[in-house]
């Protein structure tokens, strides 16, 4: 059942393997890449109470021991003051230049312990053990690390690649139904952005894949991860395609500023929202076929996640508002708002040429319907 992505990026190539049970064999896997055995392992206090103890017996079945640093669960976490802690706590764990660094659990942690693995010493290697859907599909794999600033999400980090990926589907189980939704929004995202048939294998297949069948999770997760990983050999470091894995993200951000990134929206949940709005605006600008946008929503709303602004609870401002959060995206480049657009489903496309007036009415509408 197991499926291995390789993503070929010269002499920083790595392996994404995808498959349940893969904790248990961690020390296994992780055993070629290590000059000592011994590793430092950082996570959250969530993770660490369902996994951490399966990942130390999948390593001591190696004779490999761990270490772990527990940070506390949550978006806070990705910031200045608990990366100080996690690279301190990895220069008192004596992390040498040859050692490994685990990051054990969501895109935070993964994001995070990426990041103090990429300025640690100059740059030590480290191994994504993503544990959400929604970090085994996008985060874990491509290389971006970082934490939030103050006046933005991700806007300071590093490109610094994993050495080795475990995507181990069997902890899927342990997610929320919220939670596995969630990252569901950015799997249906691959296939609305590059591949239709992955689309409707997901419309046919997606209730089996949310109830739990591990085949239809393990080619779903190796699926999306070969997808992103195609893309990032193209562009690794965003210059162009890169940013197609941006569908429904301008949305998605000005949504999660205009909500506090709380938990009122969560980010899958907000790219779900977002690429349903972003097939909308396709269809208005006369680009993709006008039934899209109701496929794409037809799909995220059979699922049983948000779709549409009228599911976000509480107040939202106005569209007006909302174009100006979009102005605060990492994606603005020469002042312009960079949009990804679709001529249809699995086929979108990068560009700057969208006049605000259309943006504006397809908010509009969408807040009118709340
Ligand atoms: N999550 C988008 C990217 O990796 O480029």
Request: glycine content about 12%; overall charge negative; charged content about 20%.
């Amino acid at each position: 059942m197991e499926k291995t992505v390789h993503v070929p990026l010269g002499d920083r190539a790595y392996d994404v393997i995808v498959g349940p049970g893969l904790l248990a064999q961690a020390g296994a896997r992780i055993a070629p890449l290590l000059r000592r055995r011994k590793v430092a392992v950082l996570t959250d206090e969530n993770v660490a109470a369902l996994h951490l103890e399966g990942l130390r017996a999948g390593l001591a079945s190696e004779g490999i021991e761990m270490e772990a640093l527990a940070l506390p669960a949550g978006e806070a976490t990705k910031s200045w003051p608990h990366f100080e802690r996690a690279v301190e706590w990895l220069l008192s764990q004596k992390v040498e230049r040859n050692d490994v660094v685990v990051a054990l659990g969501g895109g935070v942690i993964g994001d995070l312990a990426g990041f103090a693995a990429a300025v640690l010493r100059r740059g030590v290697r480290f191994v994504q053990i993503p544990t959400s859907l929604l970090a085994q599909v996008d985060s874990s794999v491509g290389g971006k690390t970082g934490i939030n600033a103050p006046h933005g999400k991700n806007l300071i980090g590093a490109f610094h690649q994993p050495s080795l990926v475990l995507a181990d589907t069997e902890v899927l189980g342990t997610l929320t139904a919220r939670d596995f939704l969630a990252g569901y929004g950015e799997v249906v995202k691959y296939g609305l952005l590059g591949d239709a048939s992955f689309f409707e294998w997901l419309e046919q297949n997606g209730p089996a894949l949310s109830g739990g069948d591990m085949a239809t999770r393990v080619q779903a997760v190796a699926h999306s991860v070969q997808m992103k990983a195609d893309i990032v050999v193209r562009d690794e470091t965003e210059q162009g395609d890169r940013a197609l894995l941006n569908l429904g993200h301008t949305f998605c951000h000005a949504l999660e500023a205009a909500t506090g990134y709380s938990g009122r929206l969560l980010h899958g949940e907000g790219v779900a929202i977002g690429c349903a709005l972003a097939f909308e605006l396709s269809s208005r600008l006369g680009l993709c076929p006008q039934e899209d946008p109701s496929r794409v929503r037809a799909h995220i709303k059979a699922m049983g996640m948000k779709t549409d602004l009228a599911d976000i609870e509480g107040d939202l401002p106005s569209a007006a508002a909302l174009v100006d959060l979009m102005g605060q995206d990492k994606k603005v480049v020469d002042g312009q708002l960079r949009f990804i657009l679709a001529r249809g489903i699995g086929e979108a496309f990068v560009t700057a040429d969208v006049p605000k007036d259309a943006v504006l009415s397809v908010l509009e509408d969408a807040l009118a319907d709340r």
